[in-house]
């Protein structure tokens, strides 16, 4: 099949107008324009019309498990207070609630134009069926913390590794995630970082998420610390480094490390971060609703760090009575245009698309249209100029009109 559309945005290099993109067995065969094209076409072509066609977007970081908690938790005063809740409510649900929940979270995705996602999984159980019920490539990591439950970290890694080496093998895929530094006793993610090295596989890590993380770490003190202390936390890792230099203490930033949302750091951090090769993953609408300080895209990206953009979870997107939240990465994207208005549209497209996909370990598969990458293909309505064509899509309101993932064409239709 070829698709032809009246733009085509493939990211790997600048868009150009009339173009077409052949597929062939789940995969791209052929990226150019349609003169060139259609003297070699085989198959059907099914032109497109006024459209922009571009890769599916890549979303490094979601819990699609909480997609149903939007507004439950009103903005809290303390990121501390906000745990305490979301721990409550998390144990007031059900295994039925979990999944609903996740379903719905990945079918909004979707809608919004996001094939691929990194999934934070804090309850495992809900796999594989969830894989098997969403068209999605979903990388799945699943989460650990130890601290509370005080279980012995070497027991915790075996039986995640067991139950990743339980699950299938397809379209999606599972890896590991120690939540935290504040969260996850040392040992734990230290190993975690040594068998993701020995086994080539990414994993995910909260880090330098809150001030009062940063202030337990740098200070031992604070709200952070005290709660923890008070459940009894070993509290003598604080007091000396920041989150960051925590993980590299601890041999776990390399070029494995997803660290997201890395919202407050110390001078050493960001050429840490750069020597490790390290991914960072910030979320626009999760830094807003906690009011964080000002994301540090300029600094990070000087040094030269590959950063994404990620939805983090519908708990903590600010709610309206108007419009429902949903997760949307072009909402991500918005927000963060607003609140980092001298970044470029074409600069943010990297952001959910080639970016993400190198932090994930599907760099040149996902987030870009070339020979060989998976089918995984969006498209937004469009007949405006084709300079202008990164800017309507960072803009784009509303799902998308079509979506294909490795070359099948799924509706969006509400």
């Known amino acids: 099949m070829i698709l032809r559309a009246r733009t085509v945005l493939p990211l790997g290099r600048p868009p150009f107008a009339d173009g077409a993109v052949q597929l062939a067995r789940g995969r791209i065969q052929a990226v150019g324009r349609w003169r060139d094209l259609r003297a070699q076409a085989i198959g059907a072509v099914q032109d497109l019309g006024e459209v ?12 699609l498990d909480y997609t149903a908690m939007a507004g439950m938790i009103p903005p809290p005063r303390s990121f501390t207070d ?3 809740s979301i721990t409550t409510l998390k144990a007031e649900w059900s295994y039925a609630e979990y999944a609903q929940s996740w379903l719905r979270g990945a079918e909004m995705l ?8 990194g999934d934070i999984e804090a309850l495992p159980e809900l796999l594989p069926d969830v894989w098997s019920a969403t068209p999605l490539r979903v990388r799945s990591f699943l989460e650990m913390t130890g601290v509370r439950s005080r279980r012995d970290p070497e027991l915790i890694l075996r039986e995640a590794i067991a139950r990743r080496d339980s699950l299938p093998e397809g379209r999606s895929r599972a890896f ?10 040392p040992v734990l993610l230290r190993r975690v970082a040594e068998v993701s090295r020995q086994h080539r596989w990414p994993f995910s890590v909260h880090v330098a998420e809150s001030a009062e993380e940063f202030q337990m770490f740098t200070e031992a003190c604070g709200p952070m ?7 009894e936390r070993e509290m003598s890792d604080c007091g000396s480094r920041t989150p960051v230099e925590r993980l590299a203490a601890l041999q776990a930033l390399g070029p494995r490390t997803i660290a997201v949302h890395v919202n407050y750091l110390g001078p050493r951090d960001i050429p840490l971060l750069r020597e490790s090769g390290a991914h960072v993953v910030h979320c626009p609408r999760s830094h807003a609703y906690f009011r964080h300080r000002a994301f540090d895209f300029a600094a990070l990206r000087s040094a030269g760090l590959n ?10 997107t600010r ?7 949903e997760l949307s990465l072009f909402a991500e994207m918005q927000t963060f245009a607003r609140a980092h208005p001298a970044v470029a549209p074409a600069e943010i497209l990297p952001l959910v698309t080639v970016n993400p996909a190198k932090a994930l370990g599907l760099e040149d598969r ?6 060989g990458a998976w089918a995984d293909l969006i498209t937004i309505p469009y007949a405006g100029r084709l300079a202008e064509s990164p800017e309507a899509v960072v803009h784009h309101r509303g799902p998308v009109r079509d979506v294909w993932i490795e070359g099948r064409w799924t509706s969006v239709t509400p």
């Open 176 to 185: 590991l995630s120690p939540h935290a530094p504040y969260s996850t006793p």
């Open 110 to 117: 979707r809608r919004h134009g996001t094939t691929t996602v």
């Open 307 to 316: 950063l994404s953009l990620g939805t983090d979870s519908l708990a903590t």
């Open 319 to 325: 709610t309206s009575s108007q419009v429902p939240p």
């Open 366 to 371: 996902v987030g870009v249209l070339r020979e």
């Open 82 to 84: 906000w745990i305490k």
């Open 225 to 231: 610390y005290d709660w923890l202390g008070r459940n």
């Open 52 to 63: 922009i066609l571009l890769p599916g977007l890549v979303n490094p970081h979601a819990h």
